[in-house]
């Protein structure tokens, strides 16, 4: 936790360091889809399964460089009973989860941008940083929602609160006076397990909980081979995922901006 509380403090220092020279800010909003790679979809970086939108401000040093404080809002899910996979079919777990996330992002342009003081008005850019996701898993069964965290299907408590390392690339261009068009498309490093409430072995029975209305919840929710097989495929020892260290996510969209530019500035 040392190093994850360091690197906060460096990037927090340097952005209230610069911004109080910055004379160009930048307002955006954009809207999307959201993705995600995990035990139930574990090959297909670019597969869409939600919404998102999201919103920013942002600090432009030069025209090269920036620094943005932003929220992202996306709605992650994935289904066996959808996969051309058999043994996923047979598997039959589901599970849909909204994500908050938070973020400090650094921008690298590769043109002298408008904002910032630049003379090109359309620009290709990188940008990376950290950021911290909320995150819930829920699952349906017979019509009715669960909290698939509160019944610790593998056995497992985890917090619902992670690190995310940001990362994608855009295009970006000021198509009248202050106002800007952009896409992104950016992918996030989880530091969880557990987006999609699955990452290991089945739940050893020893584990079920001693609460009779939460143990039976848990005995389904932990295995839901049986709605499909006529029995369960689980048990002790038995693989459920795919022992990933961590989940991903996506966020991929269309915004506008909005720059506040001073007299100064040019």
């Given at each position: 936790?040392?190093?994850?509380?360091?690197?906060?403090?460096?990037?927090?220092?340097?952005?209230?360091?610069?911004?109080?020279?910055?004379?160009?800010?930048?307002?955006?909003?954009?809207?999307?889809?959201?993705?995600?790679?995990?035990?139930?979809?574990?090959?297909?970086?670019?597969?869409?399964?939600?919404?998102?939108?999201?919103?920013?401000?942002?600090?432009?040093?030069?025209?090269?460089?920036?620094?943005?404080?932003?929220?992202n809002n996306g709605t992650i899910k994935a289904d066996d009973a959808?996969?051309?996979?058999?043994?996923?079919?047979?598997?039959?777990?589901?599970?849909?989860?909204?994500?908050?996330?938070?973020?400090?992002?650094?921008?690298?342009?590769?043109?002298?941008?408008?904002?910032?003081?630049?003379?090109?008005?359309?620009?290709p850019y990188l940008y990376t940083g950290i950021g911290a996701v909320?995150?819930?898993?829920?699952?349906?069964?017979?019509?009715?929602?669960?909290?698939?965290?509160?019944?610790?299907?593998?056995?497992?408590?985890?917090?619902?609160?992670?690190?995310s390392i940001p990362y994608g690339f855009g295009l970006k261009y000021?198509?009248?006076?202050?106002?800007?068009?952009?896409?992104?498309?950016?992918?996030?490093?989880?530091?969880?397990?557990?987006?999609?409430?699955?990452?290991?072995?089945?739940?050893?029975?020893?584990?079920?909980?001693?609460?009779?209305?939460?143990?039976?919840?848990?005995?389904?929710?932990?295995?839901?081979?049986?709605?499909?097989?006529?029995?369960?495929?689980?048990?002790?020892?038995?693989?459920?995922?795919?022992?990933?260290?961590?989940?991903?996510?996506?966020?991929?969209?269309?915004?506008?901006?909005?720059?506040?530019?001073?007299?100064?500035?040019?």
């Amino acid at each position: 936790m040392f190093y994850k509380r360091t690197l906060l403090a460096i990037v927090l220092s340097s952005f209230f360091a610069g911004t109080s020279s910055a004379q160009v800010w930048e307002l955006g909003a954009q809207v999307g889809g959201a993705g995600y790679m995990g035990d139930l979809n574990p090959t297909n970086p670019l597969k869409i399964s939600g919404l998102s939108f999201g919103g920013f401000v942002k600090a432009n040093f030069d025209p090269n460089w920036a620094l943005s404080f932003n929220y992202n809002n996306g709605t992650i899910k994935a289904d066996d009973a959808n996969s051309s996979n058999e043994q996923f079919r047979q598997r039959n777990l589901s599970f849909s989860n909204k994500l908050h996330e938070l973020s400090l992002l650094v921008d690298f342009n590769f043109f002298d941008y408008f904002s910032g003081g630049g003379s090109s008005r359309f620009s290709p850019y990188l940008y990376t940083g950290i950021g911290a996701v909320f995150f819930n898993p829920k699952t349906k069964y017979q019509g009715k929602e669960y909290e698939l965290s509160y019944y610790q299907t593998e056995g497992e408590s985890y917090k619902k609160t992670a690190l995310s390392i940001p990362y994608g690339f855009g295009l970006k261009y000021n198509f009248k006076s202050n106002w800007t068009l952009m896409s992104s498309i950016g992918y996030r490093n989880a530091y969880t397990k557990y987006l999609d409430d699955v990452h290991g072995s089945y739940i050893d029975p020893a584990k079920f909980s001693t609460e009779p209305s939460v143990r039976s919840m848990q005995e389904i929710l932990s295995d839901r081979s049986n709605e499909v097989l006529g029995y369960n495929i689980g048990g002790k020892g038995v693989q459920r995922g795919d022992f990933r260290k961590r989940d991903t996510y996506m966020f991929v969209g269309i915004g506008i901006t909005y720059t506040f530019v001073s007299q100064k500035c040019f």
